[in-house]
């Protein structure tokens, strides 16, 4: 399982950041006046980050530039990111007390980054809240959970995570659970069990976001059926240019679009690109030694097996077996997300610290470039910042609508 875990980084969740000196980023000074004017308007939400593992495993700082990773307060500033969704996860593999145990010290760790650094960081748990951080000129921190094999299946332990300012759950890791299928394993519910659904309802009840990434497609149509409020994908991309089964099919984002949901592009270069998919594929059995060097460095440590994994996928890049994968494969689907479900419907879900960065969007500080581009192609100022995160807050906010509506006693 652990080299199961260990091949997922570099195929299915990656590893960050590429040779910075092999970028070819546009300097920030040289983007438009207004691009600069209209990235800094709008409000910049990013979905996805799995910086928590850094917090725990290396008692990473937020305050302090760091030499790697994606994501600190400096370059989130640079980037001009308002808000940010912390990803709390563990390996499918780690179930139990053991799992919620490990996911509640994440939970922790963020907490106490927002309490270290409070002229920066606000935490925030609403859509309200998001709009105030921006105001006040803080960096909003929103707390996701990334596998709902993390609940014990226990509703209670749901409900501990919403007290603890959890606002979305993605249903599935990269194994199945007790109740659901996930995306990249074998099935064996046929999407949802009855008790799935009953995850949907309550999640739906407490006002916390159903995220989609890593489901099965049929616990997607299943979820549909179930759920009353907009659901959301918090890092996936367009299967119609990139076959990876973490992807959106076309169908899936037209049927997201009806229900008012939101799909966020995922930054990882084998999304990306089929032939940097294809390419990493065919490497499988020739990193199996390595994959079991690092299991036996690494252990349990999530934040080492990303690192270790980071250094082989640069020199399987540097030696030319994996396709370098440019920036601009984001705007490419972000285009697609568009034409498909429409510019109401897509945002931004980068899986920084958790992902092989496409060459240009190496870390956070990168951001204004998708503004730039979008601008270059035509998209108004208006559908920019919906795409940046103005479609994500207006989800949050009918999420927390339906949980009071489902809240309210009922009539006598």
Same mark, same amino acid.
């Given at each position: 399982?652990?080299?199961?875990?260990?091949?997922?980084?570099?195929?299915?969740?990656?590893?960050?950041?590429?040779?910075?000196?092999?970028?070819?980023?546009?300097?920030?000074?040289?983007?438009?006046?207004?691009?600069?004017?209209?990235?800094?308007?709008?409000?910049?939400?990013?979905?996805?980050?799995?910086?928590?593992?850094?917090?725990?495993?290396?008692?990473?700082?937020?305050?302090?530039?760091?030499?790697?990773?994606?994501?600190?307060?400096?370059?989130?500033?640079?980037?001009?990111?308002?808000?940010?969704?912390?990803?709390?996860?563990?390996?499918?593999?780690?179930?139990?007390?053991?799992?919620?145990?490990?996911?509640?010290?994440?939970?922790?760790?963020?907490?106490?980054?927002?309490?270290?650094?409070?002229?920066?960081?606000?935490?925030?748990?609403?859509?309200?809240?998001?709009?105030?951080?921006?105001?006040?000129?803080?960096?909003?921190?929103?707390?996701? %959970?990334?596998?709902?094999?993390?609940?014990?299946?226990?509703?209670?332990?749901?409900?501990?995570?919403?007290?603890?300012?959890?606002?979305?759950?993605?249903?599935?890791?990269?194994?199945?659970?007790?109740?659901?299928?996930?995306?990249?394993?074998?099935?064996?519910?046929?999407?949802?069990?009855?008790?799935?659904?009953?995850?949907?309802?309550?999640?739906?009840?407490?006002?916390?976001?159903?995220?989609?990434?890593?489901?099965?497609?049929?616990?997607?149509?299943?979820?549909?059926?179930?759920?009353?409020?907009?659901? %959301?994908?918090?890092?996936?991309?367009?299967?119609?240019?990139?076959?990876?089964?973490?992807?959106?099919?076309?169908?899936?984002?037209?049927?997201?679009?009806?229900?008012?949901?939101?799909?966020?592009?995922?930054?990882?270069?084998?999304?990306?690109?089929?032939?940097?998919?294809?390419?990493?594929?065919?490497?499988?059995?020739?990193?199996?030694?390595?994959?079991?060097?690092?299991?036996?460095?690494?252990?349990?440590?999530?934040?080492?097996?990303?690192?270790?994994?980071?250094?082989?996928?640069?020199?399987?890049?540097?030696?030319?077996?994996?396709?370098?994968?440019?920036?601009?494969?984001?705007?490419?689907?972000?285009?697609?997300?568009?034409?498909?479900?429409?510019?109401?419907?897509?945002?931004?879900?980068?899986?920084?610290?958790?992902?092989?960065?496409?060459?240009?969007?190496?870390?956070?500080?990168?951001?204004?470039?998708?503004?730039?581009?979008?601008?270059?192609?035509?998209?108004?100022?208006?559908?920019?910042?919906?795409?940046?995160?103005?479609?994500?807050?207006?989800?949050?906010?009918?999420?927390?609508?339906?949980?009071?509506?489902?809240?309210?006693?009922?009539?006598?």
């Amino acid at each position: 399982m652990r080299r199961k875990r260990i091949a997922g980084l570099l195929l299915l969740v990656g590893v960050p950041l590429v040779l910075a000196a092999q970028q070819a980023a546009k300097p920030a000074d040289q983007f438009s006046a207004r691009a600069k004017k209209l990235h800094a308007r709008a409000l910049v939400l990013d979905t996805h980050a799995d910086t928590p593992q850094r917090m725990v495993w290396e008692k990473f700082d937020l305050g302090h530039r760091d030499a790697e990773g994606h994501v600190d307060i400096p370059r989130m500033r640079e980037g001009g990111l308002d808000a940010v969704f912390f990803s709390i996860w563990v390996p499918s593999s780690v179930t139990g007390p053991t799992a919620v145990k490990r996911a509640v010290g994440q939970i922790d760790a963020v907490h106490e980054q927002a309490r270290k650094h409070p002229a920066e960081l606000l935490l925030a748990t609403t859509a309200a809240d998001v709009r105030r951080a921006q105001r006040q000129g803080k960096i909003a921190a929103l707390l996701g %959970m990334e596998g709902g094999h993390m609940i014990d299946d226990d509703l209670g332990v749901l409900r501990m995570y919403a007290a603890l300012g959890v606002r979305y759950l993605t249903l599935t890791h990269f194994g199945n659970n007790n109740w659901a299928d996930s995306s990249t394993d074998k099935p064996a519910h046929n999407g949802l069990t009855d008790f799935g659904k009953g995850v949907v309802r309550e999640l739906n009840r407490l006002g916390v976001m159903v995220d989609i990434s890593h489901v099965a497609d049929k616990t997607f149509f299943d979820v549909l059926e179930v759920t009353t409020a907009p659901v %959301m994908a918090s890092h996936s991309s367009c299967r119609a240019l990139d076959s990876h089964p973490r992807n959106m099919s076309d169908e899936q984002l037209r049927a997201l679009a009806k229900n008012g949901g939101v799909i966020h592009i995922n930054y990882h270069y084998t999304f990306l690109s089929q032939e940097a998919l294809d390419a990493t594929r065919a490497m499988g059995k020739d990193v199996t030694v390595r994959e079991q060097e690092i299991e036996k460095r690494c252990g349990e440590n999530e934040a080492c097996q990303v690192r270790e994994g980071e250094k082989l996928a640069r020199e399987m890049m540097a030696a030319g077996k994996v396709p370098k994968v440019s920036w601009d494969r984001i705007i490419q689907h972000i285009d697609h997300a568009v034409k498909v479900a429409g510019v109401d419907h897509v945002g931004l879900g980068s899986d920084f610290d958790g992902a092989t960065m496409p060459y240009g969007m190496e870390d956070a500080s990168k951001l204004p470039k998708i503004t730039e581009a979008l601008l270059q192609k035509g998209y108004s100022e208006k559908d920019i910042q919906k795409i940046l995160g103005g479609n994500t807050l207006r989800v949050l906010a009918e999420v927390e609508r339906v949980s009071r509506d489902l809240q309210r006693p009922a009539a006598r």
